[in-house]
């Protein structure tokens, strides 16, 4: 183990609750290990809460929000998110070496998310000092009607591993900014830099029982949250059959949720296209974060008039990609989160040969050979019929397709169930748009790489999601919308029984 890695793991003692503003064990003192995906080792002891824990934190949140919480004025509340996010910007370094400690992703990648995520906290503030407002609606003379958004109150948030901290963020600020209180239950595989967070948040300030943190595995302490009554709502990340399941578990509390689910993202590269840049997206796009990516183009068609020239470019890229060390600055694919996880992404490269692809990988060096490393992949003669084109595999492995012409490559990119994101490259202007109006999916970019603007909606269409995150559109989530209507003059009311 490098030296870096035993340096934080030094350091690192049991992952505690953050419930009611005190950090505290689980009531049952269960605790489960945590494992560096860089060596297989145990690093630490993670609490492992159950129902009466998440049942505490739930009536922590709900108490604080009908208290301090709930009267506090706008600009005080405000300013507590502003500086959630001035405190995270202060520890960028600290957080990402954690953060590529706990789920192996590059550190000159995890840098940025953590960036990305004390924005998010100064965005959401600002997004709701402006945005915020309600609307008026005038009735001849005789009514002004008029909107008001109200928090809805405890609200659930359920995050995956693959981006942790910055993921967790991206729930936590908008449900703080527009006055929720929260309780978070972070995935049980990267529990390092949520208990960070809520490190931040105790010395922001913030009214105690605000934001809690109730470690634990999915089906025991996420259930239970999901379950609770006093819950209101859940915003789920994570994989499809997972959010299938939350929303009927759900369902008997009726509750509002958010569901950002799995992908399949095609990236289709005419024979028009901008070679080069065409090349960077599509490498960038399926091997940054280790292709634990939900936006991944894990699906790459190949106009046939370009294949064989484009597809020796991608090889020779995918043969000099970096795999290494995730602390080590050089890095640019690090391994996988988990062995179950690594084994289950292993399982689909070797079901790619059994369906006739041709597997071309990458390099891993041979010091690497205790961690969860899977070579950059490339399933060469991929078939839209095959599960390996169907499926989420959900790391560095990407299924070639080639095609002839528009109509061809958009029945084919529509193809599956999923439809998060899409990625289209040509010079032809027209076709872009067109290519991208016709994909099924619900977001996509002509010419780019996934490059978010904070304001824009974020979210999936078919399997990949229910709802719409980001911008002004979390407030449809995240508030009660009140219509309230007040009558002006004396217009007509039916007299019945006089
Ligand atoms: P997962 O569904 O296994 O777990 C996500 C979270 O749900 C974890 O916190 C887990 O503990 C919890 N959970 C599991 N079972 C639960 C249950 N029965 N009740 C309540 N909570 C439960 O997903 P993962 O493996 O952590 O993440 C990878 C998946 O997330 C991929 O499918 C990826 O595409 C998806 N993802 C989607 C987006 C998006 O915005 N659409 C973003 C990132 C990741």
């Not at 960036?115 to 005789?142: I, T």
């Amino acid at each position: 183990m490098s030296e870096q890695h035993n340096t934080l793991i030094k350091d690192l003692s049991t992952v505690l609750h953050y419930i009611d503003g005190e950090f505290v064990a689980s009531k049952s003192g269960e605790t489960f290990e945590n494992i560096s995906p860089f060596t297989n080792e145990s690093m630490n002891d993670v609490s492992a809460g159950q129902s009466d824990d998440i049942d505490r934190a739930v009536q922590a949140a709900e108490a604080a929000f009908k208290g301090e919480w709930g009267q506090m004025k706008l600009e005080e509340r405000l300013s507590y998110i502003y500086k959630i996010g001035d405190l995270i910007e202060a520890e960028v370094e600290e957080i990402a070496s954690l953060e590529s400690l706990d789920t192996g992703l590059p550190i000159r990648q995890t840098r940025k998310m953590v960036s990305r995520a004390a924005l998010n906290f100064r965005f959401y503030a600002d997004q709701v000092k402006n945005l915020m407002f309600g609307e008026v609606y005038p009735v001849d003379d005789e009514f002004v009607n008029y909107t008001t958004r109200t928090p809805v109150g405890v609200a659930g948030l359920i995050t995956p591993w693959n981006a942790p901290f910055m993921l967790e963020t991206w729930k936590i600020a908008p449900a703080l900014a527009t006055g929720n209180t929260v309780v978070l239950k972070p995935a049980e595989w990267s529990p390092l830099s949520a208990n960070r967070i809520a490190e931040v948040i105790d010395r922001a300030g913030l009214p105690k029982g605000v934001f809690n943190v109730v470690h634990g595995i999915g089906e025991v302490a996420g259930d239970a949250l999901v379950k609770h009554k006093g819950v209101k709502l859940i915003s789920f990340t994570g994989e499809t059959k997972t959010g299938s399941l939350i929303m009927k578990h759900g369902a008997d509390t009726l509750k509002r949720f958010s569901m950002e689910l799995g992908g399949k993202s095609p990236i289709i590269v005419f024979d028009d296209a901008d070679f080069d840049r065409a090349l960077d997206a599509v490498v960038w796009g399926i091997f940054s974060f280790n292709g634990e990516r939900c936006t991944a183009n894990s699906r790459l068609f190949v106009h046939e008039n370009i294949y064989d020239d484009f597809m020796a470019a991608v090889k020779e890229r995918v043969g000099n990609i970096k795999v290494g060390d995730p602390l080590d600055d050089a890095t640019e694919v690090g391994p996988l989160i988990k062995t179950e996880h690594f084994e289950n992404v292993k399982s689909y490269i070797e079901l790619a040969k059994e369906e006739g692809c041709d597997v071309i990988q990458g390099d891993v060096p041979e010091s690497m050979s205790r961690g969860n490393f899977v070579p950059p992949t490339l399933l060469i003669g991929a078939e839209s019929h095959m599960r390996v084109v169907q499926e989420e595999i959900f790391g560095p492995v990407m299924a070639i397709l080639s095609f002839t012409d528009e109509e061809d490559v958009v029945r084919q990119a529509n193809d599956v169930e999923y439809g998060l994101a899409g990625y289209v490259w040509t010079n032809n202007l027209a076709r872009g748009h067109r290519v991208a109006q016709a994909i099924d999916a619900g977001m996509l970019w002509v010419n780019s790489q996934n490059v978010r603007d904070l304001r824009t909606p974020f979210g999936g269409a078919k399997n990949s999601g229910i709802g719409r995150e980001g911008g002004y559109y979390a407030f449809d989530f995240y508030t009660e919308i009140k219509i309230i209507h007040v009558a002006i003059g004396d217009h007509h009311i039916p007299q019945f029984g006089k």
